[in-house]
């Protein structure tokens, strides 16, 4: 079966460095999405790999090694703001979307 | 900046009611998707449409459940008649790409609180 898995909580301090990872099981990989979602509201685009490596964009960077089936979120200089649920999905062989529960971040000042 | 308009936003009903959803999605783009999420969960998907046909309604309860989206452009899901069980988020997204393209991005709408008492 296709799966998707991911921490279900972590907790982080403002200004520091979190690592949120993503392991995934799929048919067929046409790449990985990261999703932002505050409480109540939609999920917002981050980030999307599809060749082996880190992507940087800011103080967010998304890594991907498809050897492994496996991909992270790297957020620098944590500011309260990014307090909020990160959705992991992979792109299976008919290009759908297999999500993750998502890993709900608190930040403590 | 383009934005998918859903409506209602929040929708309290009883059970064995009906209720509808309206998603009007970023002009231009060919792909829409209705997904469910559960608190705590990932979204669900529940329809995909590439224009006006469907692509994927695997997950898609059709007893109750129905999507449509006559001219390709807006949609509406509806749900009768609603159980317990339906309470959550229901989301409507788009993107520009065709369902089968790699990088394509959703853009989602800010959603459909749904409450079944």
């Known amino acids: 079966g296709q799966n998707i898995d991911q921490p279900t909580e972590m907790t982080a301090t403002e200004g520091a460095i979190v690592q949120i990872n993503c392991t995934y099981q799929?048919?067929?990989?046409?790449?990985l999405f990261w999703y932002q979602q505050h409480a109540g509201e939609a999920p917002t685009f981050l980030s999307y790999?599809?060749l082996d490596g880190l992507e940087e964009k800011g103080r967010f960077s998304s890594f991907l090694s498809r050897s492994k089936g496996y991909s992270y979120l790297l957020l620098k200089e944590l500011q309260m703001k990014d307090s909020a649920s990160y959705l992991c999905a992979a792109s299976d062989s008919n290009y759908q979307l297999i999500w993750g529960a998502g890993t709900k971040l608190i930040i403590k000042p | 900046e383009a934005e998918v308009a859903q409506s209602p936003r929040y929708k309290i009903t009883e059970k064995s009611q009906a209720v509808a959803f309206w998603c009007d999605p970023i002009s231009g783009h060919a792909t829409l998707y209705w997904y469910r999420q559960i608190l705590g969960q990932g979204p669900e998907l529940l329809v995909q449409?590439?224009?006006?046909?469907?692509?994927?309604d695997s997950q898609l309860p059709k007893d109750r459940f129905s999507a449509e989206r006559l001219k390709g452009v807006d949609s509406t899901l509806k749900i009768q008649p609603a159980e317990l069980g339906d309470s959550a988020m229901y989301l409507c997204?788009?993107?520009?790409?065709?369902?089968?393209?790699?990088?394509?991005?959703?853009?989602f709408g800010a959603g459909s609180r749904l409450t079944v008492l």
């Open positions: 790999n599809v």
């Open positions: 997204a788009s993107s520009p790409g065709t369902s089968n393209s790699g990088a394509n991005v959703l853009t």
């Open positions: 799929t048919s067929g990989f046409n790449g």
């Open positions: 449409f590439q224009d006006e046909s469907v692509v994927d």
